[in-house]
């Protein structure tokens, strides 16, 4: 996901020396730099001489206190902090962060990847308006967003809009196998775009 969003802000006008990456695989990081973004190991070396205005937490559940942890004494005070980890309330996302922190959470799904996503979004009280619209403007680069009132909300958004797709995905490739056991060419059976099947009589 945190590849979409880099592809989407750039695709979308953002410049890349605007963000920075930090990614500890080597090949996360190559990637980075083939689309002309820093990428670092550390975030000490990513944000050296540089001023985040938000931080986008790309990473897995049970990578995100970690993540945050490394983060927290190297960002500003001023940076609003944004997650994409499924699960990781507001609550728990600001147990890690000195009081007042502005923190959103977010919840992409997997159409984000080539920019026909779906993200809802919630936010502590302490976010700014145009902290939302900075939100909104990131991830609106891969897809529609949507503000929840009520956190509550997002497990409803997790199961629908976060893992739906991922079912729609799987019965595409279970009418793909059918139709290759069915007997039709694997060219045919994975063709999405034909309107009409050609026979003859």
Same mark, same amino acid.
């Given at each position: 996901?945190?590849?979409?969003?880099?592809?989407?802000?750039?695709?979308?006008?953002?410049? @890349?020396? $605007?963000?920075? #990456? *930090?990614?500890?695989? !080597?090949?996360? &990081? %190559?990637?980075?730099?083939? =689309?002309? /973004? @820093?990428? $670092?190991?550390? #975030? *000490?070396?990513?944000? !050296?001489?540089? &001023? %985040?205005?938000?931080?986008? =937490?790309? /990473?897995?559940?049970?990578?995100?206190?970690?993540?945050?942890?490394?983060?927290?004494?190297?960002?500003?005070?001023?940076?609003?902090?944004?997650?994409?980890?499924?699960?990781?309330?507001?609550?728990?996302?600001?147990?890690?962060?000195?009081?007042?922190?502005?923190?959103?959470?977010?919840?992409?799904?997997?159409?984000?990847?080539?920019?026909?996503?779906?993200?809802?979004?919630?936010?502590?009280?302490?976010?700014?308006?145009?902290?939302?619209?900075?939100?909104?403007?990131?991830?609106?680069?891969?897809?529609?967003?949507?503000?929840?009132?009520?956190?509550?909300?997002?497990?409803?958004?997790?199961?629908?809009?976060?893992?739906?797709?991922?079912?729609?995905?799987?019965?595409?490739?279970?009418?793909?196998?059918?139709?290759?056991?069915?007997?039709?060419?694997?060219?045919?059976?994975?063709?999405?775009?034909?309107?009409?099947?050609?026979?003859?009589?």
């Amino acid at each position: 996901m945190g590849q979409a969003l880099v592809r989407g802000w750039l695709d979308g006008g953002r410049a @890349a020396t $605007s963000i920075r #990456v *930090v990614e500890p695989t !080597a090949a996360g &990081r %190559a990637v980075a730099r083939n =689309l002309g /973004v @820093a990428a $670092s190991e550390t #975030v *000490v070396t990513a944000l !050296a001489g540089f &001023r %985040a205005d938000v931080v986008v =937490l790309a /990473v897995k559940p049970n990578q995100i206190a970690s993540a945050i942890g490394q983060c927290r004494d190297e960002v500003g005070a001023g940076a609003v902090w944004l997650s994409i980890a499924a699960g990781k309330t507001l609550v728990a996302l600001g147990s890690g962060l000195p009081p007042g922190t502005a923190v959103v959470r977010a919840m992409p799904n997997t159409p984000a990847a080539i920019g026909k996503g779906m993200t809802a979004l919630v936010a502590r009280s302490a976010v700014a308006q145009d902290q939302r619209g900075l939100c909104s403007d990131l991830m609106s680069a891969v897809g529609a967003v949507a503000w929840l009132d009520d956190e509550r909300h997002m497990d409803a958004v997790t199961a629908v809009s976060g893992s739906g797709p991922a079912y729609v995905f799987l019965l595409i490739e279970c009418l793909e196998r059918a139709a290759l056991d069915a007997g039709l060419a694997p060219a045919l059976a994975r063709d999405r775009k034909s309107t009409r099947l050609n026979s003859s009589h």
